[in-house]
Structures are given as C-alpha cells and as structure tokens.
C-alpha cells in the first residue's frame, strides 16, 4: 500500500462525511444524527463498506449488473445504506422513496470522488 491508496482513502472519508450532511439536509425522510461523533463513525463505515463489501457484492452480482447495463449496482448502494439504517440508530431512512434519492445522491457524491481522485493513482 502506497501513500496514494492513503490519500484516495482520506478523500472518499471526507467526502462521505459531505454526503451524509448533503443526505440529513436535502432528503426529506432520512434523519442524521448531528453529533459529530456519529457523523464521523457513519462516514468511516460507509467508507469501508464502499472499500471492502462494495466489490464482493459487485462480483456476486456481476451478472446483473452487466444485464442491467450497469443500474443495478444503485441495487448495491442501497443495500449498503439500507444496512447503515438497520444497525445504526444515528441514522434513519423512511421509505423506499427516501432510500432511493438517498441513493442516488451518494453514488453521485461517491463518482465524483472516484473521478476526482483518477489524478492520485499510479501511471
């Protein structure tokens, strides 16, 4: 491990922090516990959610994300969330509805991050 896999890794932390602010302001239906303790904890296992299971779930579903063309790892992303909600009480997601733009915007916030930091990995 390098210190760009570091740098990506502190990134994606930071920037999880930023989407789950972004979730408890602008998605009606997901409350977010505003201690900073809380925040920092469901941000650090978002982070290592999106590093460690997020790929393992990607290859158990590879079929349906190729027939899917790619849609159905909103599929994954949810899961992931959904679980955050299931055994965190620092976060709550009410609703499908909620759970889908909850979604969304985090694996927005996740590509953003994932394109920003092209420029940390080795050539």
Request: proline share 2%; no cysteine.
């Amino acid at each position: 491990m390098n210190l760009n896999f570091f740098m990506r890794l502190i990134i994606r932390y930071i920037a999880n922090i930023l989407g789950l602010l972004a979730l408890g302001y602008f998605v009606a239906g997901v409350t977010i516990s505003k201690t900073p303790q809380d925040i920092l904890v469901l941000a650090l296992v978002i982070t290592l959610a999106n590093l460690i299971v997020r790929p393992i779930l990607k290859l158990v579903f590879f079929p349906l994300i190729i027939l899917t063309l790619g849609l159905f790892t909103i599929v994954i992303n949810a899961l992931i969330l959904g679980a955050l909600d299931r055994f965190f009480a620092s976060i709550t997601i009410n609703g499908l509805g909620a759970l889908l733009l909850a979604t969304i915007l985090m694996s927005l916030v996740n590509f953003a991050v994932s394109v920003f930091t092209r420029g940390f990995r080795k050539t």
